[in-house]
């Protein structure tokens, strides 16, 4: 018996489940005609006797158009724009008239008074956690910006009632959903001090949260996992038997966007090292993924994609990732090249980006856009010069980036230079600004998919949002 | 027309069955064909086919259902035709991602009694569909019997694209807990 079969049986189910599902799918036969359909029973005849065509060009395999896809990478050739006018930025104390100042080469920036501290999710929602005398979270408030002022979302709260290895673990799940994005947030420990919980969004999904448990050593270091449904409070568990038996200690459980693998970091019983796996969600099957690097140790590993998984090593000044491809099986080092040391001057070397792609900037400082997955490089960035004082800080989707300058005070990020990168575009926009140091500016971070965000504190807390378009 | 008298129409041996079969049944058949094969040539060649099977098959069969009686004969000739010409690659269309998506319901072995093992696993899986909820089977049979895609599903049944994964997900899942239990 094999899928094949199972999709044959599937053809031969009742007509009620077939009729059922078209009415609710819309999949209703249409009464207009299709004239491209329309036969005559002597050229079905015909047909019958001479036989069908069989003349079709296959579509490409999915691994050709990968191959191409990462082709048109390697030329890709990236715009760069250095706005020429500086950001004059306002003092916090009084933006007066000036809250929204396009800046050019399609970024404009807006300042907002918030007047209050908050985080923000990276999709455009922003939050404020309240937490109660003994460090629990009794409270979150949400929020988001529109037309400049900053609104309230309704928070919605999902109590948790679960079991895992023979102790209760209740919580609460704090979410809000405003124009499809999505926020959730929870984290607590149970009474006894003996397992520690939180809550994670999983990639596409607004009704459901991933709730993770991490045990001590009174429970053996032992993990669970449950699917949470928002709307109502019910947990399933990740796992068939009482949590994840073959592994402890594990440090991380990352989903796949295709919910159908997740990336675990654990310890298992004979090996006290830890180590990436692939554990299939459905199959309930754990591949082991460090012996098919050769290399001891791994320091993290990320989903590029559904079907991949990457990990990487940076050991004594030097970058090395590994691609494991889920469809063919196969382990391929794609990445192999000496750490930028900011040090150094006239030295090159790659720069972390912690998602799919990487930045090789040479000795030069020019800098190509390296593809993970595979290894292929863009073509190089033409007019622009990496600056060593330069950190980057990846978009939520990881298809973006922000690049900024610090001239870093003792009490201030002093942002001099201020730039997103876009992958998928092949678009880097940077611009300086000047009378930051009126400011105390503490945190930067992606507002939503095009916006960067800087906050400042001092009277009521500000924001200064950039929007790259 | 109504079915009843196209499948009239079938038992008179008038020419007029496969034009009224056209008629109301033609796009249905070719989205059928089209979310199998991914091509408009092969999903036409299919459509055609189907009107010679079942102009073959009425008499004897005098079908209550006219819509899924073709509907099955479309898939099945679909899926054949894209079995003999993608045998070893991945040929496009939703049918490759539904095979993949339904490996973890089964064990992989190869059986010449192939056509015998479904039509018995077929029985076992309509006792499945009625223990599972409503949306779940609407999910299910959307996704492995019309073959459409999660987007598709996403836009039809009004969820959102991430509730359709995890239904098909808890799906699958029950549906491989309760072929275990039948020893499958």
């Known amino acids: ?469 | 027309m109504e079915d009843a008298r196209i499948v009239d129409l079938y038992w008179a041996r008038s020419e007029r069955a496969i034009d009224e079969t056209s008629s109301k049944y033609g796009k249905y058949c070719f989205a059928i064909a089209h979310n199998i094969l991914a091509n408009d040539e092969d999903a036409d060649e299919s459509v055609n086919d189907t009107y010679l099977d079942a102009w073959n098959s009425m008499p004897p069969h005098r079908p209550a259902i006219l819509s899924t009686f073709l509907g099955k004969i479309t898939r099945r000739i679909s899926i054949d035709k894209w079995r003999s010409r993608s045998a070893e690659k991945r040929g496009g269309g939703e049918i490759f991602l539904a095979l993949d998506e339904l490996s973890e319901c089964i064990s992989s072995r190869n059986s010449v009694e192939q056509e015998i093992e479904a039509a018995e696993l077929a029985k076992d899986i309509n006792d499945f569909l009625r223990t599972i909820s409503l949306d779940e089977r609407n999910t299910f049979v959307g996704r492995y019997w019309f073959l459409l895609s999660v987007k598709e599903l996403s836009v039809k049944t009004g969820f959102s694209e991430g509730k359709i994964k995890i239904l098909l997900f808890r799906t699958r899942k029950k549906l491989k807990a309760y072929l275990k239990r039948k020893e499958y």
């Open chain 1, 1 to 469: 018996m094999n899928n094949q079969t199972i999709l044959d049986a599937i053809g031969m189910i009742d007509d009620r489940y077939i009729v059922s599902a078209q009415k609710q799918l819309g999949c209703i036969p249409s009464e207009e005609v299709s004239l491209s359909a329309v036969v005559s029973v002597k050229h079905v005849r015909r047909r019958a006797l001479i036989g069908v065509a069989a003349a079709v060009m296959l579509l490409l395999s999915s691994f050709v158009t990968t191959m191409a896809v990462n082709e048109e990478f390697r030329k890709m050739v990236f715009e760069f724009f250095h706005i020429t006018v500086a950001e004059n930025v306002p003092n916090g104390d009084d933006f007066g008239d000036k809250t929204h100042v396009d800046l050019g080469g399609g970024v404009s920036a807006e300042y907002i008074h918030v007047g209050k501290e908050l985080t923000s999710s990276g999709n455009g929602i922003l939050y404020n956690i309240n937490y109660s005398e003994n460090g629990e979270i009794s409270g979150v408030s949400f929020y988001q910006l529109t037309g400049g002022i900053v609104q309230d979302i309704q928070t919605n709260r999902t109590e948790f009632h679960v079991s895992a290895g023979g102790t209760s673990v209740d919580g609460y799940a704090y979410w809000c959903l405003s124009d499809d994005r999505f926020a959730a947030i929870g984290r607590g420990q149970t009474t006894d001090r003996s397992k520690i919980w939180e809550i994670s969004t999983i990639s596409g999904q607004s009704e459901m949260v991933l709730l993770s448990i991490y045990s001590g050593i009174e429970d053996n270091l032992a993990f669970y996992a449950f699917w949470l449904d928002l709307h109502t409070g019910a947990a399933e568990a990740v796992f068939e038997d009482d949590g994840l038996c073959e592994l402890t200690h594990v440090q991380e459980f990352q989903v796949a966007p295709n919910c159908k693998y997740a990336l675990i970091r654990g310890q298992s019983d004979y090996d006290l090292t830890d180590a990436p796996y692939i554990y299939n969600l459905e199959s309930g099957n754990l591949l082991p993924l460090l012996d098919m690097t050769g290399t001891e140790n791994i320091d993290k590993v990320l989903w590029a994609d559904d079907d991949t998984a990457l990990l990487t090593l940076k050991k004594d000044n030097h970058y090395i990732c590994w691609a494991y491809h889920i469809q063919e099986s196969t382990m391929e080092k794609t990445v192999d090249e000496p750490l930028l040391n900011s040090d150094v001057d006239g030295s090159g070397g790659v720069v972390d980006l912690n998602g799919r792609y990487l930045l090789h900037v040479d000795e030069t400082g020019v800098v190509a856009v390296i593809d993970q997955k595979d290894g292929t490089r863009s073509a190089a960035i033409y007019g622009f010069v990496y600056d060593k004082r330069g950190q980057i800080l990846l978009g939520a989707d990881g298809e973006k980036a922000c690049y900024f300058v610090s001239a870093q005070s003792s009490d201030s990020l002093s942002v001099e230079t201020l730039g997103v990168i876009d992958f998928t575009a092949a678009k880097f926009t940077i611009f300086d600004r000047s009378g930051f140091d009126q400011n105390q500016e503490l945190r930067l971070g992606w507002l939503d998919k095009n916006s960067v965000a800087i906050s400042t504190a001092g009277n009521g807390a500000d924001l200064y949002v950039y929007k790259f378009e």
